[in-house]
């Protein structure tokens, strides 16, 4: 299994940025994908998770009406699309992927992309 993350980068605060995670060697149709993220000196944190069928999706209360997380089964890919950025939204942006749901707990995650710094500038 692999999970790669990208589409980080530097951006103002009030800006946008679109993070993707291609993943392959997975039943990706079966699988709910998460994105979490890890500030410099803090635990990791869930940011949105999706689930399929439907989509049914669940995000953070930091980033509600912000951030929207989709996905393409076809492509096998996810996407955290970030609007209004703040500079507490810096960190590096993980996605992950699991069976049998989704959850805000990381730890319920066995498959890691490796992740992409997002730095949002005051």
């Known amino acids: 299994v692999q999970l790669q993350a990208y589409g980080g980068g530097l951006v103002q605060a009030g800006g946008s940025l679109r993070l993707s995670c291609a993943a392959s060697?997975?039943?990706?149709?079966?699988?709910?994908m998460g994105w979490f993220r890890q500030a410099p000196g803090k635990e990791r944190e869930f940011v949105a998770a999706i689930d399929w069928p439907g989509p049914i999706t669940y995000y953070a209360d930091s980033v509600k009406g912000r951030f929207t997380i989709s996905r393409d089964n076809a492509k096998s890919a996810a996407y955290l699309q970030m609007n209004s950025l703040k500079p507490e939204d810096t960190a590096v942006y993980y996605c992950?992927?699991?069976?049998?749901?989704?959850?805000?707990?990381?730890?319920?995650?066995?498959?890691w992309g490796q992740g992409t710094q997002v730095t949002v500038s005051s």
């Open positions: 992950a992927a699991r069976y049998n749901g989704v959850s805000s707990d990381d730890s319920t995650y066995p498959f």
């Open positions: 060697g997975i039943s990706f149709s079966y699988a709910g």
